[in-house]
């Protein structure tokens, strides 16, 4: 929850609208943060508020005293340095901020194939923040020529299909395929296996995966096949998917938060320009020595920013997934499309040496602004997978709702139910297996799920129950309860399309880490 006006209020006088931390006037341009996080404990107190900068923000939000660059901000130290600027405040001993900090710098990454086509052809038009352009150096020029039939591709190739009574004998025919079972990180599919180079052969050709190809890594690093039952429909069938890991691309996006305009010079960076897949992003971040790289001898108003390419990144298999802090959903134009803005970090840190980089690749340090024929040095935080903004896009789909069985604190994923078609009543019925000891049945995309009863053992427990996106009923069950339910799902006006099954294994990915973290916190 976030603080009560009259808290923010007492907190934004006390401060005088300036930053804690750097001390600087900001005007609209702070926000009023918990110094303990909600999720550690912090409470909606005035004692555990201090108001920060967009910048400070970014450095103090959610401190990991585990992380290992830099020295964070600390809870205690936060306090201090609030505690002595309101005494200042209080005093009126406010000094008046002199030319030294003058941009705001932020790091944007997206996986999203459109995002990275529209920026690399210049089409700022959606981006999440306005009075942006491009700069267009080498990163951008690589981007451009391999990413340009990347665009088009979807996020996976149905590749075969079978009768679902042939799940016994999947095995057989691809001896190497791996049982999932439940599998956290692929909750959706029961098999994972490397595909036949003639399925890569037959089903993905563009320039990207011929670059990879050539370059030394084999199918089985690049691509993946997933097996999964698919309900959605009259009669149930196994698919087997295509899928290959996600490129990110990396921008570094700098603006002028200064009254006047601002000439950029050039931007320092760690480590060489690199040419080949074949390094790491850890082995970037700890390169040493510092570089130069010119930027366009152009005046940058007020308010106005540069978004600059640094990295082109071939993600893991596992291990990509983003802890969120906050998020903002954004219109883009499109009834059915929607963008979502997403701050946070890489779920687990340690996965960024898995992290293979594309083509070039800088890691900024700090920008030199000219003034007058004198150079004004600017730092900039380097890039940080535990402090980043995530460009996601999708299309607002129907998905049908799904069954979760809880063991003690693991959630697992059961199935989709009332999946034959939307608006039509539909019944199920389930025997709880050992040890399960709660039901779960979650509504989690665009539409909306009318639940007409659930019984235990011919108990109704929850009749007429409507659920929309991101809500579920949970009650408490035994082995060998059986549980039965009817009711259907109907579509939004603009849910149209069926979600893929990539997407759906991220969705329900992403609600039970939401789920666990919930019952952490309670």
Request: proline share 4%; glycine share 4%.
């Amino acid at each position: 929850m976030p603080f009560a006006e009259k808290i923010k209020e007492k907190a934004l006088v006390a401060s005088a609208r300036h930053c804690c931390v750097c001390r600087r006037f900001k005007s609209v341009k702070v926000e009023v943060h918990h110094i303990i996080p909600e999720k550690k404990g912090g409470d909606n107190t005035y004692d555990n508020a201090i108001v920060l900068c967009f910048d400070c923000h970014t450095d103090a939000g959610h401190y990991n005293s585990e992380h290992p660059k830099g020295t964070k901000f600390s809870p205690s130290e936060l306090k201090k340095q609030r505690d002595a600027w309101y005494e200042i405040v209080k005093k009126n001993k406010i000094q008046i901020y002199q030319k030294t900090n003058l941009i705001h710098s932020v790091y944007y990454v997206t996986k999203n194939s459109e995002v990275i086509s529209e920026i690399a052809k210049g089409d700022l038009s959606k981006f999440p923040i306005k009075d942006v352009i491009v700069h267009d150096n080498d990163i951008l020029k690589f981007q451009k020529n391999f990413l340009e039939d990347y665009q088009s591709e979807p996020d996976f190739k149905r590749i075969n299909d079978f009768p679902v009574t042939e799940a016994k004998n999947y095995l057989s025919k691809f001896p190497d395929a791996e049982i999932l079972n439940k599998n956290k990180d692929y909750p959706k599919y029961l098999y994972k296996r490397t595909p036949k180079k003639e399925e890569v052969d037959k089903f993905c050709k563009n320039k990207i995966f011929e670059f990879l190809l050539e370059s030394g890594l084999d199918v089985k690093d690049i691509f993946r096949v997933y097996t999964y039952i698919e309900k959605c429909g009259q009669t149930p069938y196994l698919q087997d998917i295509l899928t290959w890991r996600n490129i990110w691309v990396c921008y570094l996006c700098i603006t002028n938060i200064s009254n006047d305009y601002l000439s950029l010079d050039s931007i320092n960076f760690k480590g060489n320009s690199l040419s080949n897949y074949q390094k790491t992003f850890d082995a970037l971040s700890n390169s040493e020595g510092e570089h130069k790289l010119s930027l366009p001898k152009i005046q940058i108003e007020p308010k106005r920013s540069i978004l600059i390419p640094i990295l082109t990144l071939l993600a893991p298999f596992e291990g990509e997934d983003i802890e969120e802090y906050s998020s903002i959903e954004q219109e883009i134009g499109y009834a059915e499309e929607e963008q979502v803005l997403i701050y946070g970090k890489l779920y687990e840190i340690e996965n960024s040496s898995k992290f293979l980089i594309l083509g070039s690749a800088i890691n900024p340090c700090s920008l030199n602004i000219k003034d007058n024929g004198n150079t004004i040095i600017q730092d900039i935080h380097e890039f940080d997978f535990s402090n980043l903004y995530l460009i996601n896009r999708y299309w607002s789909c129907g998905c049908c709702p799904h069954i979760f069985l809880k063991r003690d604190n693991d959630l697992e994923y059961q199935s989709e139910v009332f999946a034959k078609r939307p608006d039509e009543l539909q019944i199920f019925k389930i025997i709880i297996p050992n040890k399960v000891n709660n039901f779960i049945l979650a509504e989690l995309e665009h539409e909306e799920t009318f639940i007409l009863y659930l019984k235990i053992n011919k108990k109704t427990v929850v009749k007429n129950k409507f659920l929309n996106k991101e809500e579920y009923v949970e009650f408490r069950v035994g082995e060998g309860d059986i549980i039965e339910g009817s009711g259907f799902y109907s579509l939004k006006e603009k849910s149209k399309n069926m979600l893929s099954p990539i997407i759906k294994n991220d969705i329900i990915k992403r609600f039970i880490l939401r789920y666990k973290e919930s019952c952490q916190i309670l």
